[in-house]
């Protein structure tokens, strides 16, 4: 069965809104969770690193204002995109893994549609 | 740094046949290499991986091959059915990076009844 759980699976909203995506690893804890971004018929593409109680690492041309990583328990981390913009619509995927050297095992990814 | 480049990015096989998908990397260091299967609208999982310290691995129709020297690994998949059609990404990583995973473009598998 699933490992991680993402939520929500879809959403739909109006352009300023913020929108928060939740990652949880369901039967393990997850010191580090990764956050991916994945555009129509294209690869994953990492936009940072949430590490459990400190700041998130951001890959290079990522806002870190623009979206707010918390990772706040060994088994909850949540990405927020604040004052969403169409250009923001994307697939979101979350991965956590029980160790270092351990499988990346990946959420069922956000749809989110910015109207 | 490290980059993976993967082919075919698109593998017509018909019901029944073998499927092999080919992926390079440039890292030498590079010591973990996983395959993730995507349907669509669903997040990557996870078929199987390969560590450096291994030249193949095997799950019942699924394995795959490493060649350190030639820096290449590859997905076979063997007696295919209708249910293996989807995108399939390959990817590696180094203990050097934190195991960050740097991906393939991905193939899209389609098999043909």
């Known amino acids: 069965g699933a490992v991680v759980s993402q939520h929500p699976s879809w959403v739909i909203c109006k352009s300023g809104t913020s929108v928060k995506i939740e990652c949880r690893s369901l039967?393990?804890?997850?010191?580090?969770m990764f956050w991916y971004r994945q555009f129509p018929k294209q690869s994953l593409m990492l936009m940072a690193t949430?590490?459990?109680?400190?700041?998130?690492?951001?890959e290079q041309g990522v806002e870190k204002d623009k979206f707010l990583i918390n990772h706040a328990s060994l088994t909850l981390s949540t990405l927020t995109v604040t004052s969403a913009h169409p250009e923001d619509s994307s697939f979101y995927i979350c991965?956590?893994?029980?160790?270092?050297?351990?499988?990346?095992?990946f959420g069922d990814g956000t749809r989110l549609s910015i109207l | 740094g490290e980059n993976v480049e993967q082919h075919p990015s698109t593998l017509s096989v018909q019901e029944g046949d073998s499927a092999v998908i080919k992926c390079t990397y440039s890292?030498?260091?590079?010591?973990?290499f996983p395959w993730y299967k995507q349907e669509l609208g669903k997040g990557p999982q996870l078929i199987i991986d390969?560590?450096?310290n291994v030249g193949e691995k095997k799950d019942q129709r699924i394995a795959v091959t490493l060649n350190k020297t030639a820096k290449h690994f590859s997905l076979h998949i063997t007696e295919t059915q209708p249910e293996d059609s989807a995108v399939y990404f390959c990817?590696?990583?180094?203990?050097?990076?934190?195991?960050?995973?740097?991906w393939g473009a991905g193939t899209k598998l389609i098999i043909k009844p």
């Open positions: 991965s956590a893994h029980r160790g270092k050297d351990q499988p990346q095992h």
């Open positions: 039967d393990f804890q997850a010191t580090t």
């Open positions: 949430s590490n459990e109680g400190s700041k998130a690492t951001y």
């Open positions: 890292d030498s260091a590079s010591n973990y």
């Open positions: 390969i560590r450096s």
């Open positions: 990817a590696a990583s180094t203990r050097q990076s934190n195991y960050q995973l740097i």
